[in-house]
């Protein structure tokens, strides 16, 4: 998928967020890093088309992407989402939050999605979790129904934002795990993250946002081992100076 994009900027209150971003390359697992505060979320949600810019524009695959709400609701419906908390829905077990959003928003009937919902959490090692609630999940298993409701519909793209931010670390790989797996098979994704490692070894390119510009933008094993602004160079050498 090659995601394009023109001079992209985005203010709140007056507040620059994002500066003259510009980008267009072909996108297969690509990790967004960078400080707090730099716009990485900004940036993907943009891309997600669940905000817009305040100027520029943006294509996929050589087609614009319409900024009006209407077009905007069924571009999203193509992408694939995955947050910082899951949002799941508390009342509804780890079946119903994949399937219902199949019947809700794809048209799909009640077997169809219940069976997509059934093999997608089997894949993903939740086969005896299907009746559980989250309250009853850890917080692994949640981010795991989150990412199987997140691939239900076959997105073409899937985006994730920071999804092990508020994990302990045995849950956190336990998410990046299956991302990588997801990966290895092909899924499209551009995943907001502080886990250099997962960056370095799992995604193929690497973006660097730092004050609201995109400085570098590579191969990974390039950014990591030769970065080639003074900005990347600090950040890497901050995270990993407490690293084993």
Same mark, same amino acid.
């Given at each position: 998928?090659?995601?394009?994009?023109?001079?992209?900027?985005?203010?709140?209150?007056?507040?620059?967020?994002?500066?003259?971003?510009?980008?267009?390359?072909?996108?297969?697992?690509?990790?967004?890093?960078?400080?707090?505060?730099?716009?990485?979320?900004?940036?993907?949600?943009?891309?997600?088309?669940?905000?817009?810019?305040?100027?520029?524009?943006?294509?996929?695959?050589?087609?614009?992407?319409?900024?009006?709400?209407?077009?905007?609701?069924?571009?999203?419906?193509?992408?694939?989402?995955?947050?910082?908390?899951?949002?799941?829905?508390?009342?509804?077990?780890?079946?119903?939050?994949?399937?219902? +959003?199949? /019947?809700?928003?794809? !048209?799909?009937?009640?077997?169809? $999605?219940?069976? %997509? &919902?059934?093999?997608?959490?089997? *894949? #993903?090692?939740?086969?005896?979790?299907?009746?559980?609630? +989250?309250? /009853?999940?850890?917080? !692994?298993?949640?981010?795991?129904? $989150?990412?199987? %409701? &997140?691939?239900?519909?076959?997105? *073409? #793209?899937?985006?994730?934002?920071?999804?092990?931010?508020?994990?302990?670390?045995?849950?956190?790989?336990?998410?990046?795990?299956?991302?990588?797996?997801? &990966?290895?098979?092909?899924?499209?994704?551009?995943?907001?993250?502080?886990?250099?490692?997962?960056?370095?070894?799992?995604?193929?390119?690497?973006?660097?946002?730092?004050?609201?510009?995109?400085?570098?933008?590579?191969?990974?094993?390039?950014?990591?081992?030769?970065?080639?602004?003074?900005?990347?160079?600090?950040?890497?050498?901050?995270?990993?100076?407490?690293?084993?």
């Amino acid at each position: 998928m090659r995601i394009s994009l023109d001079h992209l900027c985005k203010s709140f209150d007056g507040v620059e967020v994002l500066r003259d971003i510009t980008f267009d390359e072909e996108v297969s697992a690509l990790a967004i890093i960078g400080p707090s505060g730099g716009g990485k979320s900004t940036l993907l949600r943009i891309i997600g088309g669940l905000e817009t810019p305040t100027s520029g524009a943006m294509a996929v695959d050589g087609s614009p992407v319409s900024l009006d709400e209407t077009s905007l609701r069924a571009y999203r419906a193509t992408l694939g989402f995955v947050f910082q908390d899951g949002g799941l829905f508390h009342h509804m077990t780890a079946l119903e939050n994949v399937a219902l +959003p199949l /019947q809700v928003v794809h !048209g799909a009937s009640s077997d169809e $999605a219940d069976d %997509r &919902a059934r093999e997608l959490l089997a *894949r #993903l090692g939740l086969e005896d979790s299907l009746a559980k609630r +989250p309250a /009853q999940l850890s917080g !692994g298993q949640k981010q795991r129904v $989150a990412i199987a %409701r &997140a691939l239900a519909a076959r997105p *073409r #793209l899937l985006l994730l934002d920071e999804p092990t931010s508020a994990l302990d670390p045995e849950f956190t790989t336990e998410v990046l795990d299956v991302v990588r797996d997801l &990966a290895e098979v092909g899924t499209r994704f551009i995943i907001v993250t502080h886990e250099m490692g997962f960056a370095r070894h799992a995604c193929d390119h690497v973006a660097f946002l730092y004050g609201g510009r995109l400085l570098e933008y590579g191969a990974a094993a390039r950014l990591f081992d030769h970065p080639e602004t003074p900005e990347l160079t600090r950040f890497l050498s901050r995270l990993l100076e407490w690293s084993m």
